[in-house]
């Protein structure tokens, strides 16, 4: 999900632009004095620790020979009513265990239970009932609330507990089937889900799902308050939404039956855009109403089959006055026969969006550059950005979909960002399948970081990197500084967006920097390929970058990812001695990097050298560097290539006579 849109978080980027002027207001900062934290050893969790000893995971980040995970299919039915805002439905379950500890209770979502009356949540939310439950069975058997025995069944808010007959060996399988109905609240699930203004319906959070049971943690099943988003386990999809003639469904996976649902005209601009890398306008105002957009007449009620496989979720939005753009872009060899493959970019936005006639460009820049840039193909047929305003501010992501604000006023490169945000979101975690309940920067910084990367090519001459560097030290000066490694859930309201967005990004920037762009970025692609469709945990992601960069890096990790320590490196002098030149250098905070220089001289030569970072591991504040003075200095810089955070640069750039 794109960077909240809060008061504190604006204000907090607004402040950057202080930063990034020597000796500005936010500039003067405090120094550290004393003796220096030294960041003490990793450890892994206990879980992770028995998931090692029982070989499902490494200390290589790797998966171990007994890695398993867990796996579902659905059968989901659901009829939509769009004038009562009504959704009622019927999912049956077939979950499958891998697992040597058996289940023997499920632990099913409800998120629309946050809508529910009494509901625990972090922020406010219309009360629109929740769930109704009509009905469970277990394996064909019926089953009650108030039963002692096996099966029966429990709601505690958004967590369904499902008592099974009997404990799961592995390879079993269980089938509950529920029957359950619901208002469609209007902004869902904290803005990533509702309907605005009569011509749209989006549906997310929308289904009972069975929660993640795996091997370190056991059952994730932290209850859904509305800030940290969903960690769910790949599973298989067949999908039959009923909505009224006229409302175009696009959602995730392969829409099954478009001869009884899109208009034959819609159909043929559709396949026209599948095999064109111009703009097709698949659905126009022209088009608009049943007979137009869609087969049938006007009160007639139609089914779009949709089926997905290996997929972690499943979204669908319901349109009927949204225009729809479509395009193909090239992904890269996806089958591995030789030939470049394509995929589908659609985008779908009313007419008052006008920025939106820009957004399948930009879809189709954005999943391009990942599919190469991470070196992993856009692996679906299609990529759906639609436009949510009044429902959302930002964006959130599915697979395959994308719920986005409209950027009125905005520059292009807000929307252009959010976009490939969302897109970036295709790899993590929708691929990458980390845990965004508990580790938000496992996907929300990883994908920023990707959207810089993005954006640096799409705006040439622009440097998004330092503006996620600026951003999070913004956050540093105006105190909402944050520990990564926090659940999400309890981080400090003004903090976890700093924690989830920024501050991991400006870490990934660092990391690059300390390893070099080539180390690097052949290690993150294959962190990306090891852990396509699995769930890798922090320490999963620790120990990779460990062994596939070949350094010692538990001093980075505590620094950035435990720690609310920030870098501060500043030049206290440079003196002429004689034929040497004296540097000294201080280490004013507390996170520990290598203090990289440039020494500029006057024959137009750079001369680069570094103090270590073992030296500030040591525990020195203090460190001096003697070379020659001839040619003679014009300049010594610090953080040359500006990859690293430091918090104060008014103090980063010295000539040999001034005052600094």
Do not use: C
């Amino acid at each position: 999900m794109e960077r909240p849109a809060s008061a504190a978080l604006g204000a907090l980027i607004a402040l950057t632009a202080l930063i990034a002027v020597p000796g500005g207001a936010l500039a003067q900062t405090a120094v550290a004095d004393g003796p220096r934290p030294i960041p003490y050893p990793m450890t892994v969790s206990p879980g992770f620790a028995a998931a090692v000893e029982a070989g499902s995971r490494t200390l290589e980040g790797r998966p171990g020979p007994e890695y398993w995970q867990q796996s579902a299919s659905y059968e989901i039915e659901a009829s939509v009513d769009p004038e009562q805002k009504r959704i009622e439905g019927s999912t049956r379950i077939v979950y499958r265990n891998a697992s040597e500890s058996p289940p023997s209770v499920l632990r099913v979502r409800l998120n629309q239970n946050l809508h529910a009356r009494g509901a625990p949540r972090h922020n406010a939310a219309e009360v629109t009932g929740g769930f109704e439950i009509e009905g469970i069975s277990v394996d064909g058997t019926g089953v009650g609330s108030d039963a002692t025995g096996r099966p029966r069944y429990e709601i505690n808010h958004t967590i369904l507990l499902v008592w099974l007959h009997a404990a799961m060996a592995v390879g079993d399988t269980a089938i509950v089937e529920i029957d359950w109905s619901y208002t469609i609240p209007q902004v869902g699930a904290n803005g990533r889900m509702g309907w605005d203004s009569d011509n749209l319906i989006y549906l997310a959070y929308w289904y009972p799902q069975v929660a993640v049971f795996d091997d370190v943690i056991g059952w994730q099943d932290d209850p859904f308050l509305g800030r940290a988003e969903f960690h769910a386990d790949f599973a298989d999809y067949d999908v039959r939404l009923t909505v009224p003639a006229g409302w175009t469904v696009v959602g995730t996976g392969e829409l099954q039956n478009p001869d009884r649902t899109l208009a034959p005209t819609i159909r043929e601009r559709l396949r026209q855009a599948e095999s064109s890398d111009e703009i097709v306008h698949v659905l126009t105002a022209d088009d608009f109403g049943p007979g137009r957009a869609t087969v049938g007449a006007e009160g007639e009620l139609l089914t779009w089959h949709y089926t997905a496989d290996r997929v972690r979720d499943v979204a669908y939005s319901l349109t009927r006055e949204s225009l729809w753009d479509a395009a193909r872009t090239p992904v890269g060899d996806r089958d591995g026969d030789g030939d470049t493959d394509h995929t589908r970019v659609d985008a779908l936005y009313r007419t008052e969006a006008t920025s939106w006639p820009d957004a399948a460009g930009y879809a189709q820049h954005a999943i391009a550059f990942l599919s190469e840039y991470l070196d992993y193909p856009y692996p679906w047929s299609h990529m759906s950005v639609v436009e949510g305003e009044n429902i959302i501010g930002g964006g959130m992501e599915y697979p395959m979909m994308t719920l986005i604000g409209a950027f009125e006023g905005m520059p292009a490169t807000a929307l252009y960002g959010v976009i490939a945000h969302e897109l970036g979101h295709m790899w993590f975690p929708m691929i990458v399948n980390s845990d965004e309940i508990r580790w938000a920067w496992m996907d929300e910084g990883t994908t920023v970081f990707n959207t810089a990367q993005a954006s640096a090519d799409f705006f040439p001459g622009t440097d998004p990197d330092q503006i996620e560097i600026l951003q999070y030290l913004g956050a540093v000066a105006a105190g909402f500084d944050a520990t990564m490694m926090r659940w999400t859930d309890w981080e400090y309201p003004t903090a976890w967006g700093v924690a989830a967005y920024p501050k991991p990004a400006a870490a990934m920037i660092a990391l690059r920097e300390l390893v070099g762009e080539e180390v690097f970025l052949e290690a993150f692609r294959g962190y990306v390929d090891t852990w396509a469709y699995k769930h890798p945990k922090p320490e999963d992601f620790f120990h990779w970058f460990e062994h596939a960069t070949g350094h010692d890096l538990d001093w980075f990790w505590r620094s950035w990812y435990y720690e609310q320590w920030t870098l501060d490196h500043a030049i206290a002098s440079v003196e002429i001695d004689g034929p040497q030149a004296v540097i000294t250098i201080e280490d004013r905070g507390d996170l520990p990097m290598p203090a990289r220089v440039a020494i500029e001289r006057e024959d137009g030569s750079i001369e680069t050298t570094e103090v270590p970072v073992e030296t500030w591991l040591g525990g020195a504040r203090t460190a001096v560097l003697r070379v020659s003075a001839s040619p003679a200095i014009t300049r010594v810089r610090l953080n040359p290539d500006g990859g690293f955070a430091d918090r104060d640069r008014s103090n980063d750039s010295r000539t040999p006579d001034a005052g600094g």
